[in-house]
C-alpha cells in the first residue's frame, strides 16, 4: 500500500493543533457567509467542471489518474508515485469526519486505492454503476466538497510559513488578499491552493521550481506595486504558471492548458 501524503492527513487534525495554541494568523481569515461559500463553491465548480455533473468522474489528457468531484481531486493507484499531491483519500476521511457514509463499493476497496489501472479502464467504466452512484454521490455532495477545500486553505499558512525565508512577508500578503475587496480575496486563495497546491511538495516541482501558492506569493512579494492588489495576484499566478510550462517535461504537453489556466486565474480580479 502506498504512504499517503502526511501533509494531507494532517489537514483535519490543524484546527484542533492550532486550538491549544496561541492565536495564530489563520484564525483572523474573514469569516465567509452562507451565500458567498456558495459563489465560491460554484466558481470552482465551474472552473474544474463547467458546472457538468458528467466532469465529476474524469480523467484528464496528458494524466495518469482520475480527477473526481468539484475540485478534481486526484486519485492514485496502489503503490503509484507521481509528482503531484494527491487529495481524494483525503476528502474521503473528510466525508467520514462529518459522518457521511462513502459509497460501499469503494469504502470495500484494499487500501481505498483507485480501482483503473489506466486510462482505457475507466473510460470502459464510464457509465458503469458503480460509476454512477460516485458521481451522484459527488454531485449530492457538493457542499461538504467546498467545506474540504475552504479548511485545506485554511490549513496551509503554517506550512507555507515552514517553506520560506519571509514569513512575516507572506503571512501579512496572504492575510491582506483574504481581506481583499470580500469574499473575492478568499476565492482566489482557496481556488489556487485547490487548482496548483500549497507549493510546499518537494514532488511538486519541475527544474527544481514549484508552482503553487507560495510561489505565486513570493511572486507578488518581488513585483508588488501600486496596482489593486487582486490584480496582482493573479498576474503573478500566470507568470508562476507560464514558467511551469517552461520547466515542464516536453512530453506531458502542458502548453495545451496555458489558455485554461490564464482564464481561470483571471476571475480572480472579477467580483460578483
Known sequence: MKKRPLSLALWLL??????ACSRQPQDELPALTVEQTEWIGKRIFANECNLKTACLTSWNAGEDFPSLGIGHFIWYRGDQQDVFVESFPALLDFYEA?????????????????????????????ESPRMQILRDFLNDTRAIQVQFIIERMHASLPALLEHTAHKEEVAALFLEIARSEPP??????????????????????????????????????????????MAQFSRSAKVILARRIMNSPGDRGEQRWREGWNARVATYMEGL
Open 184 to 229: 473575492l480575496g478568499m476565492y482566489a486563495l482557496i481556488d489556487y491552493v485547490n487548482f496548483k497546491g500549497e507549493g510546499t511538495s518537494e514532488t511538486e516541482r519541475y527544474a527544481g521550481q514549484g508552482w503553487g501558492l507560495l510561489q505565486v506569493l513570493e511572486q507578488v512579494l518581488q513585483t508588488r506595486n501600486e496596482t489593486p492588489l
Open 98 to 126: 462529518q459522518g457521511v457514509a462513502i459509497p460501499e463499493w469503494i469504502a470495500s476497496l484494499p487500501g481505498r486505492d483507485s480501482p483503473w489501472p489506466d486510462k482505457v479502464t475507466f473510460l470502459a467504466d464510464l
Open 14 to 19: 490543524v484546527p484542533m493543533l492550532f486550538s
